[in-house]
């Protein structure tokens, strides 16, 4: 998943629409190098459509639009993996990040019912 995608489901997931997060984005008053200027609401529009190359210096903007960290934009994570033809939810990602604080051995019995599961789910089809 690209940054582009990224914002875009993020949008989706805050339930904001591109028109709203192009408004919020301007009003922090971004100042692209190339121009010195603000970029216009088309241009936002094209970043998020990939019609353009998203530009480096408003990365920050539009994490704090989004309210993540920027970092954030950039992650590989689970929900990018090709193997899914679906976007995690915001409970199943919270319970992956919970992950780490549950004892290897829990981890295995979590494991292997998982995998008990997708043997049932498989012989479904």
Known sequence: MNVKDKINYMLTEKHKSKRDF??????????????????????????????????????????????????ELFECNIEDSSDHNFQLSKEIREIIKLLKYVPNSKLYELRDKLLAYKRLYEKSW
């Not at 121009?35 to 480096?56: D, F, H, Q, V």
């Open 22 to 71: 192009a408004q919020e984005l301007l009003n922090l008053e971004p100042r692209l190098l190339s121009t010195g200027k603000a970029p216009s609401e088309s241009t936002i529009y094209g970043y998020l459509n990939g019609r353009r190359e998203i530009k480096i210096e408003l990365i920050p903007y539009i994490a704090e639009v989004l309210g993540v960290k920027e970092q």
